[in-house]
């Protein structure tokens, strides 16, 4: 399995990738990570916030961008340079996410590539925009 190399992707390519988020998943990223804020964990607590409930981590979110450019564009053997984010609006549980990749810029010579990075949810609602920088596989 490999990915596109540099010379192989085009300006405007896209890919995406689809995830609905479960408590489940909410839990083993807080196990993972280590952040159990009660924000996300803790129902009792998350009711009486502005969200009127448990939210997910917007690093869950985060993570799947990660995953539409380590396994689909550039993909397998890509390595992550930088990224910006800015989380638009929460996830609840339940919500389903698309993370969408779109390349930007490619610099041949340097071997790296800046994507616009956006998540979205199952309403079309922008949750979290970026920005990525990665070197695709050679």
Known sequence: MKGYTVQQLEIGQTASFTKTVS??????????????????????????????????????????????????????GTIYIAQTLKFRAPVQFGDTITATAEVLEKNEEKNRVVL????????????????ATVMPPA
């Open 23 to 76: 408590e489940t998943d909410v839990y083993l990223f807080a196990g993972v990570t280590g952040d159990i804020n009660p924000a996300h964990v803790n129902q009792e607590y998350a009711k009486d916030t502005m969200f009127k409930g448990r939210i997910a981590h917007g690093m869950l979110s985060a993570g799947f961008i990660s995953a539409v450019l380590g396994m689909y564009m550039p993909g397998p």
């Open 116 to 131: 616009k990075t956006v998540c979205t949810n199952q309403n079309g609602k922008v949750v979290l925009e970026g920005e």
